[in-house]
């Protein structure tokens, strides 16, 4: 059995989950509003303030998507709660970023700046000119949203250059030597 899939998801006050045909799932909450068709074959039940999901049969699809629905109901009942972020850096020489408005502008060492623009549902803030924080309530565009920022200009390994995620560690390289 999937014990991630048996869980119990709680529901907190003041969020509200409906639960239509075909598995479309809507989760309102203080920060917002989530909706997702998942996977019709597993079901989906609502008791008071706890949701279930149980699988119809024990083939492998069944077990993997099992833990998977029950994670992308809970994403996104703690994403209209709480709300997710993700904080990245930038270092190096000469490396900044800039904010008007929905745009982003990224100076990465490259002959012309690097602009990128808010998607729906997520904002990101500046902490001085190096620390960039991406927030939103869908766990997946933040994260995906992160990783195109970071992809702009990836960390290398022998200065460490780049932007990269907060709790990053980056390997580091030992760089050439010259002559004796």
């Given amino acids: ?31 917002g509003e989530l909706s997702r068709v998942l996977v019709p074959e597993m079901e989906i039940k609502k008791e008071g ?13 069944m077990k993997s998507l099992h833990g998977l629905t029950r994670t992308l109901i809970n994403n996104m009942i ?3 709660t ?9 270092n190096g020489v000469g490396y900044r970023a800039q904010k008007q408005g929905k745009k982003l502008t990224l100076a990465l060492g490259y002959s012309h700046p690097v602009e990128m623009e808010d998607p729906e549902g997520i904002e990101t803030v500046l902490e001085g000119q190096n620390k960039i924080t991406v927030k939103g309530i869908d ?3 933040v994260g995906q949203y992160a990783a195109e920022i970071r992809d702009k200009r ?9 932007i990269k995620y907060a709790d990053e560690t980056i390997r ?8 004796k």
């Fill in 172 to 179: 580091r390289k030992v760089g050439k030597t010259g002559k």
């Fill in 1 to 31: 059995m999937s014990r991630i899939g048996r869980m119990p998801i709680a529901i907190p006050a003041g969020v509200t989950v409906d639960i239509a045909e075909n598995n479309k799932v809507t989760v309102k909450g203080p920060k």
């Fill in 49 to 61: 303030d706890t949701i279930t999901v149980t699988r119809p049969n024990d083939l492998k699809r």
């Fill in 139 to 141: 766990k997946e565009k």
């Fill in 154 to 162: 990836r960390p290398e390994p022998y200065k460490g250059k780049g």
């Fill in 78 to 80: 703690v994403g209209v």
């Fill in 82 to 90: 709480n709300g997710y972020e993700k904080v990245l850096e930038i």
